[in-house]
């Protein structure tokens, strides 16, 4: 899966290092001095290196924990977002990564340790109270745990810091560090869908519809808090058709009443983002619709959107509790979502 | 359109036999061999000159779209055998330590090592890395004028600490180059394809011709309709953009209103794949 790994020099010995290196013996290892060396240049192609992603090996040196945008957030005051990785295994078409960054390379911070230091600071000026921190902003928070062990590191964490809440942003299956521990009253695990036919479409190499949905029931069945967010929403024809089988789908096998949270986003992509990702897929339907820019931000047209989201709250209020559903969650596109 | 960088004759013969390149004439300030598909250029050897070498070959080839680069050549290492092929992943430049790392997209890749540019060639051979006189010279102006995955160097060892460069010649030389084709012809159709892949994304959408023929459109009115016709054909493939088209449309910005208008209602959907 991983073919070449560029290791910082000044990080080559930190165990977190020799613990990913390990995994990919045959890998080509190639040292740098700073990341971004290789993972800024601008004459680099996202979309050719969506095919061979290279794994760069960093340390973070600063902005470890960031406050999430206005909007961001599920009913907490106090949010703040935080990234261990940059790019995701993934490749969703929709995703403003491929816009904000040239390159396709996966970059993994392995000093986990800072980040953690900056969450307790940012709790201290807090005075402890409950403060929300999101990953999965710039990465999915799941799909490389085998190779970054980020969760299973993380839990222990926030285990020991009951004031700080995670939520875990991801499309991904790989939820065994999860299951292979007790819960955590201060972790949700929230799951992003679009319907089958659009995730099929546009969302390369994240699991099948079904086996997140086992994913997830596994994960209620052990008592883990679960959220699911509908973000972003994309429209197309037969979308009612196609979000109502999307909940039906859902809700015969997921135990509503125990959901942590249910929020929809929409598409919306800052302007050079925009002009990157249709210069990367010119051959992309999705940017051939009618996404119009408004202050600097392309989305749906207003009543399109306004009528989607009302479309999809009306039909999830027949699967779930009102007071559970944040009907204009985050504002997406324009920073993460796994 | 591929596009070879090479210092020395020597290195460029076996390549120009086994492409049937033919000298370009008047022959410019580099030699130019070329067929269909391929140009080298021999630059001489020295980054200045592999720099100026790659430039006048952007400036003198056609301007057909993303091409790839390939700086072929032979090079020294401190343990490497003699005949070994390796591709660059990281170039130094040894004078000023500027770095470069050329992405490794194409599907397996020859074994790569690092390459260091040296401005003189010395007895010394610094450990864990390959050593030549063009590559950071050639690297930059190429990127310049193609996307990085595009652009490569490519070497095969010539000389190391138990084999000094002091006994290497022409005819040595060339069969050290011959004795790689293989691989070089593989790494070449690879970054060709890749090229290729990104001309033809950006490949003139249906019916541009018609339209271009119809009205005089101003240069960013051209680029407005290339985006119209190419949603268009995405929202709509096989349907005719031109043939809807109301009589009497008269001046350009009312045929690009009008193309706009009638995108703006169609609803895109998903590619199907069931
Ligand atoms: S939208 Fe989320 S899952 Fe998809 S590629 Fe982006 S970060 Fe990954």
Redesign the pocket.
Known sequence: MIDVIYIERDIRDHPRTRQVCARFPAARQISCERYGEVFNPKTQNFRLQKRRPALILARKFDAHVLKAPDGFGIGGTRNYYFSHML??????R?????GMYRSGHYVLFVNYEDFEQAIERTLALHDGQETWFFS?Y???SL?MEPVTQFTRHFLQFFERHPAACLEL????TQVRSLLDRDILSNVVIAF?FTPDAVSRAL?NR?PALDRRIDAISRLQTAGWQVGLRFDPLIHHQDYQRHYDELFRRLFSRLDAGRLHSVSLGSLRLPRQYHKNIVRLYPDETLFAGNLQENCGMYSYPQDLETEMHAYCTGALSAHIPADILHPCGYATGHK??? | MINLVVALPAEARPLIRHYHLRSREPRGLFPVHENETIRLVVCGAGKVSAAAATAFLQATGDHAGMQGWLNVGVAGHAEQAIGEGLLAHRITDQATGRQWYPPLVIDRPPPSGNLTTLDQAGPEYPDETMLDMEASGYYPIACRDATAELVHSYKVISDNRQSPAGSLNAARVEDLVSGRLEEIDTLITQVSELAHELRALHAAPPELELFEANWRFSVSQRHQLRRLLKRWHLILPGESAWSGLPVGLRHSREVIACLEERIGVLMPDVPRHD
Request: glycine share 8%.
């Open positions: 790019n995701c295994l993934y490749d969703c929709y995703c403003f990564l491929q999965g710039d990465c999915d799909a942003r991801t499309k991904s992003s969302e994240v993460g979502h796994a």
